[in-house]
């Protein structure tokens, strides 16, 4: 017998507590950004980046990527929807029928610019090389947008239009009678694809090459995978455009992308992580903390014998 569709109707709420549901989607996007944090802690220590620089970033870019992808999806996708006297609150409100149900629209175009944003911020503060971070920062972020393009598949969003394709997805729970292209798994797999190869590329060189030389096909790479999907896609349909909504935002990351790519090949760009150097005074700080964990450490030893 040959599968012709796949009936997807999977709860997208993986248990609940009280009016508490945690939903496949918000628990895969925890996972993502455990996963990412430790993966760059490693990148860090392997690369003798004190770890309290990443502690602080952790606050930036988590804000930066939940703030930036919330405001993406509710300004660049239902605007009409969002910005009314009625629901311009359900912006940044994570309830549903007094149940907790997390942000479910979320948009990786406005993730981008949110971290592209705090970094700078980041930048100004600490001194460090935004360009060497983010040539690390991307391969975590394909990790995570494979986890958030899962939690959409169980939510039965974001699907594509009608195929005959024998990996077709019904969404049953969206009224859906007819297989759909269930582009969510799409991006999954390809991020998933991206974030191996760009570990993989990481690894070889041992974080060895010119700032710049990954983030720049990173973005290159990930959006021109979006622009295509986009074609099978049905929401963000622009009146008049043969493009949609998603296309014509992936474009000036991918032009952005060869323009970065082309800089780093010439070494236009900032090489490694402090190019202006450290901050003396903050390292002094963090320093005189460490000495004064460790002499606690050993008045606690001392007691005990």
Same mark, same amino acid.
């Given at each position: 017998?040959?599968? @012709?569709?796949?009936?997807? @109707?999977?709860?997208?709420?993986?248990?609940?507590i009280?009016? !508490?549901?945690?939903?496949?989607?918000?628990?895969?996007?925890?996972?993502?950004?455990?996963?990412?944090?430790?993966?760059?802690?490693?990148?860090?220590?392997?690369?003798?980046?004190?770890?309290?620089?990443? =502690?602080?970033l952790? +606050?930036?870019? !988590?804000?930066?990527? *939940?703030?930036?992808?919330?405001?993406?999806?509710?300004? !660049?996708? =239902?605007?009409k929807?969002?910005?009314?006297?009625?629901?311009?609150?359900?912006?940044?409100?994570p309830?549903? #029928?007094?149940?907790?149900?997390?942000?479910?629209?979320?948009?990786?175009?406005?993730?981008?610019?949110?971290?592209?944003?705090?970094l700078?911020?980041?930048?100004?503060?600490?001194?460090?090389?935004?360009?060497?971070?983010? =040539?690390?920062?991307?391969?975590?972020?394909? *990790?995570?947008?494979?986890?958030?393009?899962?939690? #959409?598949?169980?939510?039965?969003? /974001?699907?594509?239009?009608?195929? @005959?394709?024998?990996?077709?997805? /019904? !969404? +049953?729970?969206?009224?859906?009678?007819?297989?759909?292209?269930?582009?969510?798994?799409?991006?999954?797999i390809?991020y998933?694809? &991206?974030?191996?190869?760009?570990?993989?590329?990481?690894?070889?060189?041992?974080?060895?090459?010119?700032?710049?030389?990954?983030f720049?096909?990173?973005?290159?790479v990930?959006?021109?995978?979006?622009?295509?999907?986009?074609?099978?896609?049905? #929401?963000?349909?622009?009146?008049?455009?043969?493009?949609?909504?998603?296309?014509?935002?992936?474009?000036?990351? &991918?032009?952005?992308?060869?323009? /970065?790519?082309?800089?780093a090949?010439?070494?236009?760009?900032?090489?490694?992580?402090?190019?202006?150097?450290?901050?003396?005074?903050?390292?002094?700080?963090?320093?005189?903390?460490?000495?004064?964990?460790?002499?606690?450490?050993?008045?606690?030893? #001392?007691?005990?014998?």
């Amino acid at each position: 017998m040959i599968l @012709n569709a796949i009936r997807w @109707n999977i709860d997208p709420v993986l248990f609940s507590i009280g009016s !508490f549901d945690v939903r496949y989607y918000s628990l895969g996007f925890l996972i993502a950004f455990v996963l990412g944090y430790y993966i760059i802690k490693w990148m860090f220590k392997r690369e003798k980046v004190r770890g309290e620089y990443l =502690d602080s970033l952790l +606050v930036y870019v !988590f804000l930066a990527v *939940l703030i930036g992808a919330r405001l993406g999806h509710c300004l !660049f996708y =239902d605007a009409k929807y969002f910005l009314t006297s009625e629901h311009w609150v359900e912006i940044f409100w994570p309830f549903e #029928n007094g149940h907790f149900t997390g942000f479910q629209g979320l948009a990786s175009h406005g993730a981008a610019f949110g971290i592209l944003i705090a970094l700078w911020l980041y930048q100004k503060k600490y001194r460090m090389n935004a360009w060497w971070f983010l =040539d690390r920062l991307v391969i975590v972020v394909a *990790l995570g947008g494979a986890f958030v393009r899962m939690g #959409n598949v169980f939510n039965s969003e /974001i699907y594509g239009c009608e195929t @005959n394709l024998p990996w077709g997805f /019904i !969404f +049953v729970r969206e009224g859906e009678t007819v297989p759909k292209h269930p582009t969510g798994l799409y991006e999954a797999i390809s991020y998933l694809i &991206i974030f191996a190869v760009s570990l993989w590329y990481y690894c070889r060189k041992k974080g060895q090459f010119k700032t710049g030389t990954l983030f720049g096909w990173w973005l290159v790479v990930l959006f021109g995978v979006r622009f295509l999907i986009e074609f099978v896609k049905t #929401n963000g349909v622009i009146e008049g455009s043969v493009l949609l909504k998603g296309q014509w935002l992936s474009i000036p990351f &991918i032009v952005g992308g060869v323009v /970065i790519a082309w800089l780093a090949r010439r070494g236009k760009l900032p090489q490694g992580p402090f190019p202006q150097g450290e901050d003396k005074v903050r390292v002094a700080k963090w320093i005189a903390r460490e000495k004064e964990e460790l002499k606690k450490k050993e008045l606690k030893k #001392n007691k005990k014998k």
